[in-house]
């Protein structure tokens, strides 16, 4: 038997995420039915002493708003992976749910193997997050069935039996990892640079040496690892990716494994939820905008009814979200604060922070304009229906003043209030012109 020691070893979370449609609060319970539980308080102790309170009371469903319910339900069974015409043994530890305000499911397997070979890695996780193919039977039975149940429980009567479901946002689940190597693993920093940028992009295992086509150019590969990777001490490496973020380690003596799963409970998960509610947010507004013309009844009826916009409605939305779910600083030490920033840079949380800005801003802008010509056509109502009462005191003098009898004064009057009518429309044209 080959010694442990001489073997990578990875944690691998693989993470999806869903609506819920249903009741979250009844859904939950009946979850404590179907093998799940809550997840320990003494877990959330664990983090108060690095992480700023109110982001840890957010992430364990302690905040005012609500926050972030968490379950578990623990396997701990061997999961057999065939894929490449390999098959490959690996250990699915655990799942989890984690249930966000706005109704954002998202979850969480967690799959632990060991290999003397990093690429045996990326080929299993290459297979294993298509989740719109049809994977292993026992990852089926350990992982995609239990997390259909759950689905079928928070979507409520909405439910479907289609797999891909579990993922609304892409095609495949993202992946965060942690990949301990060998003390003796020796590479060079270009060396470690490719094999890092191979494990985050699950790429063939590559030699930096062979000349190969298909092989990744050196100006990418430094760009890349120049804006995403995070490396704080010597003994490790991260790469934050759109839909991977990987840890890269050398020698078992550090607690790499326990550590880090802190860091994907606490920041990964929650960079996720501002992802795909940010993403979500956006296309609500986008779609709101080019529906939101207003006709002059539309109009009226939410003046009566004292009823805000549907853009004014997801405005008061978002800044709830932006009072509890937001975290500028999460952390009172550097790395955590280092890897928070790298993550939210590989999923583009911050693009998407911008965009829905610009958004906010355009509707702003769009409310403003409507409200100012609002303003204005009521100006114009007071104003035309103040000539026509001087026009009706003008016809009522003019008729007075020629007792009845005489009834050119009359039709003078009547010419010079239409004259002043006219006048006042031609000189309101023109300034708006």
């Keep these: 038997m080959q010694n442990r020691s001489q073997k990578h070893q990875l944690t691998a979370f693989l993470c999806g995420q869903f609506t819920a449609l249903g009741d979250p609060e009844r859904a939950q319970l009946r979850l404590l039915d179907h093998g799940w539980d809550w997840e320990p308080?003494?877990?959330?102790?664990?983090?108060?002493?690095?992480?700023?309170?109110?982001?840890?009371?957010?992430?364990?469903?302690?905040?005012?708003?609500?926050g972030c319910a968490a379950l578990y339900r623990p396997v701990d069974e061997p999961l057999a992976v065939t894929c490449d015409g390999m098959t490959h043994q690996a250990r699915l530890k655990e799942l989890k749910l984690y249930i966000f305000p706005h109704r954002i499911v998202l979850f969480?397997?967690?799959?632990?193997?060991?290999?003397p070979h990093l690429g045996d890695f990326t080929s299993m996780m290459r297979h294993l997050r298509r989740i719109h193919d049809e994977a292993d039977d026992d990852f089926n039975r350990l992982a995609i069935d239990p997390l259909m149940e759950a689905y079928r429980l928070l979507e409520g009567k909405n439910y479907s039996p289609d797999r891909s479901k579990l993922i609304e946002h892409g095609n495949k689940m993202r992946l965060f990892q942690i990949i301990v190597s060998p003390e003796r693993l020796q590479l060079t920093e270009q060396q470690r640079d490719l094999t890092l940028y191979q494990l985050?992009?699950?790429?063939?295992?590559?030699?930096?040496?062979?000349?190969?086509l298909d092989n990744v150019s050196d100006a990418y590969l430094e760009r890349m690892v120049g804006n995403n990777r995070v490396?704080?001490?010597?003994?490790?490496?991260?790469?934050?990716?759109?839909?991977?973020?990987?840890?890269?380690?050398?020698?078992?003596?550090?607690?790499?494994?326990?550590?880090?799963?802190?860091?994907?409970?606490?920041?990964?998960?929650?960079?996720?939820?501002?992802?795909?509610?940010?993403?979500?947010?956006?296309?609500?507004?986008?779609?709101?905008?080019?529906?939101?013309?207003e006709n002059w009844w539309k109009t009226v009826k939410r003046i009566c009814r004292r009823r805000v916009t549907p853009i004014e409605a997801l405005t008061q939305e978002f800044q709830i979200y932006n009072s509890h779910g937001c975290f500028n600083r999460v952390s009172y030490n550097f790395m955590p604060l280092e890897v928070?920033?790298?993550?939210?840079?590989?999923?583009?949380?911050?693009?998407?922070?911008?965009?829905?800005?610009?958004?906010?801003?355009?509707?702003?802008?769009?409310?403003?304009?409507?409200?100012?010509?609002?303003t204005k056509a009521l100006l114009v109502a007071i104003s035309i229906l103040t000539v026509f009462s001087a026009i009706c005191d003008v016809c009522d003098l003019a008729f007075n003043a020629s007792y009845g009898d005489d009834k050119i004064f009359y039709i003078k009057g009547i010419t010079l209030s239409v004259a002043v009518v006219l006048v006042f429309f031609f000189i309101l044209i023109r300034k708006r012109h």
């Design 41 to 66: 308080d003494a877990v959330r102790e664990l983090y108060r002493d690095q992480y700023v309170p109110d982001f840890v009371d957010y992430c364990f469903g302690d905040d005012s708003s609500g």
């Design 108 to 115: 969480s397997i967690e799959i632990g193997c060991e290999s």
């Design 200 to 212: 985050g992009s699950l790429a063939p295992e590559v030699s930096p040496r062979e000349d190969d």
């Design 231 to 293: 490396s704080v001490f010597k003994r490790w490496t991260a790469l934050a990716l759109n839909d991977t973020f990987t840890l890269h380690a050398n020698g078992e003596k550090n607690n790499y494994m326990t550590e880090w799963r802190g860091f994907f409970r606490l920041l990964y998960i929650h960079s996720l939820f501002q992802k795909y509610y940010l993403s979500g947010l956006n296309e609500r507004y986008h779609s709101t905008i080019v529906e939101s013309e």
């Design 340 to 374: 928070d920033r790298a993550i939210d840079r590989g999923l583009e949380v911050n693009d998407e922070q911008l965009q829905l800005n610009e958004m906010l801003q355009s509707s702003h802008n769009y409310i403003q304009e409507r409200n100012n010509s609002q």
